[in-house]
């Protein structure tokens, strides 16, 4: 019993150690997230240039611009270990690149959108278009990963 209480004080005055989710919830908590979203930024960055190379593949790669979210996810998956191991590079190359990718998402999504009004009918014929044509709102996700680079390298690094 007096064990118990003894742990309940612990608790009580924060003196415990903490392991495993406790720890990830804490450090996002206390804003000290910078790694495991740097290391969430280079894995997405990845798995959406992998999708988006598919996709554009479909369409021959008719402008050269369908390049550009290809090129680039490597680049941000590069950024993102980067800024899992070094704290500088989580500060400076990280938001570089997690900037030029939110710069290529908002680009995306206005060339697709543009894609959808060059289409036989064009806006006029949204419903048919929007299902046909280039997908509205996947460069979003792109910029999503991108959005993700940057919150990391504003927050503080775990402990």
Partial sequence: MGRTKGRARARSAGSEAVHGIDRLVRNVETGRFERSLSGLTAVGALV????????????????????????????????????????????????????????????????????????????????YNLEMGPPLLAPLLVTLVGGMGLLAAILRREK
């Fill in 48 to 127: 959406t240039a992998g999708e988006i190379y598919f996709e554009h593949d479909k369409a021959s790669f008719g402008n050269r611009w369908m390049w550009a979210p290809i090129v680039l996810g490597p680049v941000g998956a590069v950024a993102g270990i980067a800024g899992v191991f070094s704290r500088r590079a989580a500060k400076t190359l990280l938001p570089i690149a997690a900037a030029t990718i939110v710069a290529n998402g908002l680009q995306g999504t206005w060339l697709h959108a543009r894609g959808i009004g060059q289409k036989p009918g064009g806006w006029r014929n949204a419903r």
